[in-house]
Nanobody, 124 residues
Framework: VQLQASGGGLVQAGDSLRLSCAASGGTFSSYIMGWFRQTPGREREFVGVISRGGGNTFYADSVKGRFTISRDNAKKRVTLQMNSLKPEDTAVYYC??????????????????WGQGTQVTVSS
């Protein structure tokens, strides 16, 4: 499957931004979809994940209550709604797909496919 992330940009603290990740190829509904982010010199970090059917989500503590992941399997798209953005949310955001995990959530290194990333910059 190929993943294309979009929607990044420059916003001010407190603003909202919606990222999208469009998939092509493969069976989208068979993939757990995750969002990650990375800043220069740091490891790529987990943001959140959504189950294949969209009924379950899990978030990093740093974004819980502010970010929401949703998916539309018919449109092969996953969305990351980011509210109350903070300067520390500044990063390149990546979507990722994982197909093998049958229980629990996959680890970062379990993901099979990654999008190209989209830059989010939050000014103070």
């Amino acid at each position: 499957v190929q993943l294309q992330a979009s929607g990044g940009g420059l916003v001010q603290a407190g603003d909202s931004l919606r990222l999208s990740c469009a998939a092509s190829g493969g069976t989208f509904s068979s993939y757990i979809m995750g969002w990650f982010r990375q800043t220069p010199g740091r490891e790529r970090e987990f943001v959140g994940v959504i189950s294949r059917g969209g009924g379950n989500t899990f978030y990093a503590d740093s974004v819980k209550g502010r970010f929401t992941i949703s998916r539309d399997n018919a449109k092969k798209r996953v969305t990351l709604q980011m509210n109350s953005l903070k300067p520390e949310d500044t990063a390149v955001y990546y979507c990722a797909a994982e197909s093998q995990t049958s229980s629990g959530w996959p680890l970062k290194y379990d993901y099979d496919y990654w999008g190209q990333g989209t830059q989010v910059t939050v000014s103070s």
